[in-house]
């Protein structure tokens, strides 16, 4: 059973050593990892993804549970514990929602478990994050970019069930953010976000910072920044009704903005 993830600390692109040399995440924490754009942040989680072992050119090496990770992690899908949702949603089969969800759980599914039930989970899952509903009949490729984003996150939590979960820029997605993270909160997994969105960093336990290729800092959010989060989401749920009356045609009056922030 897999109880922890330890990031040991590389080089930067400079081949400076990174000033934090130990990172390590328990089932159960939510960590944003932020920074400027082309400071290194998909590639510490492609250097998770790939369970780096200094053979990387950040020479980062991950560890599960303290220890090198089996072999079997790498070579056998089936058996890899870490799931990674890209910004990329490309789909080679242009397969039916269903049947999609039926192959995977087909393979996937444990002793004890059923595969219309895990479908049926992850359905339900799935149009809980996004305003879309996704339907079994609906082809893969004629999602939009939210419903392939929330169908990979339920996926990956409820039919792969992977005890770790890596997620790229999803606040891209036009998903519920917030939605997502109270329902991945009440996963016992570590889900791990690369993000520039105040509000998906400032709902998780741990900021890792990034810059030149190196990990700088490690902020945890505390309870100021708890109750700041509670006013930015109220602030991005304002931003996001007035972008649903212009995708309409509506006018806007700007009464949308009044007591956002008291």
Same mark, same amino acid.
């Given at each position: 059973m897999i109880e922890s993830i330890t990031i040991i600390g590389g080089r930067g692109k400079n081949g400076q050593p990174e000033p934090v040399e130990r990172i390590e995440l328990k089932m159960g924490n939510v960590a944003s990892i932020v920074g400027p754009t082309g400071s290194g942040k998909? &590639?510490?989680?492609?250097?998770?993804?790939?369970?780096?072992?200094?053979?990387?050119?950040?020479?980062? *090496?991950?560890?599960?549970?303290?220890?090198?990770?089996?072999?079997?992690f790498r070579n056998d899908p089936s058996k890899n514990p870490? %799931? /990674?949702?890209?910004?990329?949603?490309?789909?080679?089969?242009? $397969?039916? @929602?269903?049947?999609?969800?039926?192959?995977?759980? +087909? @393979?996937?599914?444990?002793?004890?478990?059923?595969?219309?039930?895990?479908?049926?989970? &992850?359905?339900?899952?799935?149009?809980?994050? +996004?305003?879309?509903?996704?339907? /079994?009949? @609906?082809?893969? +490729?004629?999602?939009?970019?939210?419903?392939?984003? %929330?169908? !990979?996150?339920?996926?990956? &939590?409820?039919?792969?069930? +992977?005890?770790? @979960? !890596? $997620?790229?820029?999803?606040?891209?997605?036009?998903?519920?953010? &917030?939605?997502? $993270?109270? !329902? !991945? *909160?009440?996963?016992?997994?570590?889900?791990?976000f690369v993000t520039h969105d105040p509000r998906i960093a400032l709902l998780s336990d741990f900021r890792i910072v990034i810059a030149e290729g190196r990990v700088m800092k490690i902020l945890g959010t505390n309870a100021a920044e708890r109750q700041l989060a509670t006013k930015v989401s109220r602030l991005d749920d304002v931003l996001s009704r007035l972008r649903d009356k212009l995708r309409v045609g509506q006018a806007l009056s700007g009464d949308e903005l009044e007591g956002t922030l008291a």
């Open positions: 998909t &590639t510490f989680i492609n250097d998770i993804e790939m369970f780096a072992d200094a053979d990387t050119p950040s020479m980062r *090496r991950v560890l599960i549970n303290g220890e090198r990770p089996p072999r079997e870490i %799931a /990674l949702i890209t910004q990329h949603t490309t789909f080679l089969s242009d $397969l039916p @929602v269903g049947e999609f969800l039926e192959a995977h759980a +087909t @393979v996937r599914a444990a002793s004890g478990k059923h595969p219309d039930d895990m479908i049926e989970r &992850t359905i339900a899952f799935a149009n809980q994050l +996004t305003g879309e509903p996704v339907g /079994l009949d @609906v082809r893969m +490729t004629e999602l939009s970019g939210g419903q392939t984003r %929330a169908l !990979l996150i339920a996926d990956a &939590t409820v039919i792969c069930d +992977t005890p770790i @979960v !890596l $997620l790229d820029e999803v606040e891209n997605a036009g998903i519920d953010r &917030t939605r997502c $993270l109270e !329902l !991945l *909160r009440m996963q016992r997994k570590v889900f791990i």
